[in-house]
């Protein structure tokens, strides 16, 4: 009785606690309520939005709304007379940590209209790398002439003031904006953003496979286009928002907690299966979900199997196909294999030889396709050609666009960027001249060029990449060799303890001597997919893994332990 008097003590000992925070620091994210409450360094938003509601269920000073923790009694107005401030950030890179914000959006919303904007560049004082500037269309020389990332903060923080801030995948505009707030000392922001990904993943599933913005600008037929560019996409973001209250109200929406409620993540189903992966080694392989019938629904691979296997019983949901896989999982088994390397090899054959549902790569089995000219332009096709194999069949048509103008020495320069000096130009100049969704929808086309090109590129430095991989094997002393030459993966040989190894490696070289006459070739989208693996692998070989050339002496004296495994 003691031990049950002391452990609910405790308890209104740490919701006290954290009423005394949410006093000070005003409404919490989830996440760093739980970790408040509960003294953990790390928790999963969906795990601590689930803890939070059982442990403050009966404390009416503590509302839990969404992902959302604050103090009752604070503001919540209907839906349709709320005020939100819908922002949108371009930055120098992906890491809050490491990169800067260089410019913001914003919209404000009051009574489900757009009513006013806010926009400004910002002097990040680093260089804009080239991606980013490709991709938004900022140069260098209109940042250094902005103001200052704190005066554009603080003047954005005015305009937003007290309205609940709203973002497309929030999370990453929420990071940045901390990370420049925690630099000022004096600002934070009152409560978490809303996300409209969330709430878009809440309200339509089942009705749209991808919940990014330009998914939801074309499912929904709003007039503004992403371009990344801060206030365009803000704009389209506000117009997607509308649009998703409307759906938030027609199932019984009525207040500002409702909505965050319906961008909260949700509890996952699949945490009772955890012991499935129970007995799981901690070592490379590959693993199998399989249904009650015995139908493998999902093929992976793993450096360390128990590790991967619990990953998806942790922390946030899978992506819907992962997920709804998971929902049917009756049974994991799993294939220990010597090397990750091996591992990775054994995923790709068995993806194409079951066809999981849940795996990407088994829908896209029959979508690689090229490029080829036709009189002026140029079309997608399945028949093979020297400009392919491209994985997805829209970034083939954008990219066929682009090359419809090329001359035949920009063609004949391709992987030297070919036309793109002169696209990009154009595209400058039609952003100069305020044409942006021209200059939105001729970027597109660019990025998909690129992209292209640097595939092509790729795959063509590694159809002529000649080495030979050694990695270990689980019996004993035994090695295995992986034979890369003429573009493929030729040869594989069991590499035994001993004299007996020579053999095999003089095998190996004598099947990759006939694979020279296969260099001009069009590549299939498998063995593009495969040599991409493998190049990913020499490019960081894991300790593991030799790296060597195709040479018998080298990969002797590798095996007698006289040389290091990376020499290239």
Not at 74 to 100: H, I, K, N, Y
Not at 422 to 449: K, N
Not at 450 to 479: K, Q, S, T, V
Request: glycine share 6%; hydrophobic share 45%; proline share 6%.
């Amino acid at each position: 009785m003691f031990a049950f008097i002391l452990e609910v003590q405790l308890a209104l000992d740490s919701l006290d606690r954290l009423v005394e925070t949410l006093e000070e620091r005003g409404p919490l994210a989830a996440s760093d309520a739980a970790r408040a409450l509960f003294a953990t360094s790390s928790i999963s938003d969906g795990l601590a939005c689930s803890l939070l509601a059982e442990v403050t269920a009966g404390d009416s000073r503590i509302v839990c709304a969404g992902a959302t923790v604050s103090l009752a009694g604070q503001p919540d107005p209907l839906l349709e007379e709320a005020e939100l401030v819908v922002f949108d950030l371009e930055t120098t890179g992906l890491s809050a940590a490491r990169d800067r914000i260089c410019e913001v959006g914003a919209v404000r919303v009051q009574a489900m209209e757009p009513v006013e904007s806010f926009q400004s560049l910002a002097n990040p004082r680093v260089a804009l790398p080239d991606p980013v500037a490709r991709l938004t269309g900022l140069r260098d020389q209109e940042l250094r002439g902005a103001p200052p990332i704190s005066t554009v903060i603080g003047r954005f923080l005015t305009f937003a003031g007290d309205s609940l801030l709203v973002a497309h995948n929030a999370r990453f505009d929420q990071r940045f904006l901390e990370r420049q707030l925690s630099l000022m000392q004096d600002r934070r922001l009152s409560e978490p953003p809303l996300c409209t990904a969330a709430l878009a993943r809440r309200l339509l599933e089942g009705r749209v496979r991808r919940v990014s913005l330009a998914s939801l600008v074309h499912f929904f037929g709003v007039p503004t286009k992403p371009c990344h560019r801060a206030l365009p996409d803000a704009e389209a973001t506000a117009q997607v928002l509308v649009l998703l209250i409307g759906l938030a109200q027609e199932i019984g929406a009525r207040r500002l907690s409702d909505l965050r409620a319906l961008a909260a993540p949700r509890k996952r189903r699949v945490y009772a299966k955890r012991s499935l992966a129970r007995g799981a080694p901690t070592r490379p392989g590959v693993y199998f979900f399989r249904d009650r019938q015995g139908q493998a629904l999902y093929v992976g691979r793993a450096r360390d199997l128990r590790a991967r296997l619990r990953s998806y019983f942790r922390g946030d949901r899978q992506r819907p196909s992962v997920e709804a896989a998971l929902l049917a999982v009756e049974r994991i088994e799993w294939r220990v294999l010597g090397s990750e390397l091996e591992a990775a090899l054994e995923e790709l054959r068995l993806i194409r030889e079951l066809e999981p549902p849940a795996n990407s790569r088994s829908r896209r089995k029959h979508h690689g396709v090229y490029l080829k000219r036709r009189g002026e332009d140029f079309v997608v096709t399945k028949s093979m050609t020297r400009l392919g194999p491209i994985a997805s069949r829209r970034r083939a048509a954008l990219a066929a666009r682009a090359l419809s103008s090329c001359t035949p020495d920009e063609l004949d320069r391709l992987l030297e960027d070919g036309p793109l000096p002169r696209l990009r130009a154009r595209r400058s100049h039609l952003a100069e001249g305020l044409r942006y969704e021209e200059a939105a929808r001729l970027q597109d086309r660019i990025a998909a060029l690129e992209h292209m090109i640097d595939r092509l590129r790729r795959l063509e430095r590694l159809r002529r990449l000649e080495r030979c991989l050694i990695a270990p094997m689980i019996e004993p002393g035994w090695r295995k060799a992986f034979f890369v030459c003429g573009g493929a993966v030729c040869a594989v040989r069991a590499l035994p303890p001993g004299a007996g190894a020579s053999l095999e490696i003089g095998a190996g070289l004598a099947v990759c001597r006939s694979a020279y006459g296969r260099l001009e070739e069009p590549l299939t989208p498998e063995q593009a997919e495969d040599l991409l693996l493998i190049g990913g692998f020499v490019r960081r070989p894991p300790p593991e893994l030799g790296v060597l050339p195709l040479d018998a002496e080298r990969i002797a004296a590798y095996l007698a332990g006289r040389q290091l495994p990376r020499a290239a």
